[in-house]
């Protein structure tokens, strides 16, 4: 059991490091991001999320249009 919780946790680090390069972040914020990702799993996979869409609205991009 306590074999899941690591490995889901590092896979949510692993995307949470990635979004946060995505999103242009300094390198600093990506590191915080992937230990946040460690510790707090999907909630920082939310938060990146949100500002994902955020950032897709802004730009006009599909991800940003909800209807």
């Given amino acids: 059991m ?19 390069l995505d999103l242009g972040f300094s390198q600093m914020r990506q590191i915080l991001f992937l230990i946040g ?3 707090l ?9 949100v500002f994902l869409v955020n950032k897709a609205r802004k730009e006009g ?4 249009k909800f209807f």
């Fill in 61 to 64: 991009g599909t991800g940003g």
């Fill in 2 to 20: 306590k074999e899941i919780v690591i490995v889901s946790n590092l896979s949510c680090a692993v995307i949470c490091a990635k979004w946060a």
């Fill in 41 to 49: 799993g999907p909630i920082m996979l939310l938060i990146l999320y």
């Fill in 37 to 39: 990702g460690l510790l």
